[in-house]
């Protein structure tokens, strides 16, 4: 699908919603998408970008950044706490803090550096066994030990489970960021981001719909 019709698709979701369009940020995701799909989005202004791992990310945008100096760089994926400085050094998000071992570790570099990513904590609002996150119980006081790392905490953002219905999570994510004052809510893929706009989702996270379907090794 056309970049113009995800967006035209984005400001009839925001109008239905009675929200500014401008306060929802697309993020395409070009994780395993060949590099001529991510240069024609490039070429179409867009420059918000997500990846889900380090090293493919590592390999894709230092040299699309040589073209492009205002590319911004979401990093999606799980985060294993010795790919942090690198990921650190890449992105300007990373929305996937999830345990104390990797907010700590992120805390050392930033304090090491004096730079730091915008964050998000995942929260695993289905309580999936396989899957990474807070449990939504555990929340509150997982929060609330980052911001005392001093880390620069933006929000929460989930991945529901995909046998269920995605406005139960999304609407579960809107509350305990609600209560923990944060603004920021990184939720809605494809399948589903008109759902998430119209329950406040502030970054929405969009693959397949815009470079279609990944092309794996």
């Known amino acids: 699908m056309p970049l113009a ?24 995701v070009s994780k395993v998408q060949p590099l001529d799909r991510v240069q024609a989005i ?6 918000i970008f ?11 945008w230092p040299a699309f950044r040589e073209q492009y100096d205002d590319i911004i760089l979401h990093l999606i ?4 706490t010795n790919k942090a400085r690198q990921a650190m050094e890449l992105a ?5 803090v999830d345990r104390p071992k990797l907010a700590n ?3 050392r570099l930033a304090q090491e550096t004096g730079a730091c990513p915008d964050l998000f904590v995942q929260i695993n609002t ?18 609330a030990d980052v911001r005392a790392l001093n ?21 579960l994510l809107a509350k305990i960021a609600e209560r923990n004052g944060l603004r920021g809510l990184s939720m809605g893929m494809s399948g589903d981001f008109e759902t998430a706009i119209a329950l406040g989702a502030t970054h929405i996270r969009v693959g397949s719909a815009i470079f279609g379907e990944r092309v794996y090794d």
């Open 5 to 28: 019709d995800i967006q035209a698709r984005i400001s009839a979701a925001c109008d239905a919603a009675g929200r500014n369009t401008q306060d929802v940020e697309l993020i395409a």
């Open 42 to 47: 490039l070429d179409e202004g867009h420059r």
């Open 50 to 60: 997500g990846e889900n791992k380090v090293q493919e990310a590592a390999g894709k």
């Open 77 to 80: 994926g799980p985060l294993q």
């Open 92 to 96: 300007q998000a990373i929305h996937t």
């Open 105 to 107: 570790t992120l805390a």
């Open 126 to 143: 289905g309580e999936e066994p396989q899957k990474s996150g807070v449990l939504p119980q555990e929340a509150d006081a997982f929060i």
């Open 151 to 171: 880390l620069p905490l933006v929000g929460l953002m989930c991945i529901p489970p995909v046998e269920e219905e995605p406005a139960l999570h999304f609407a």
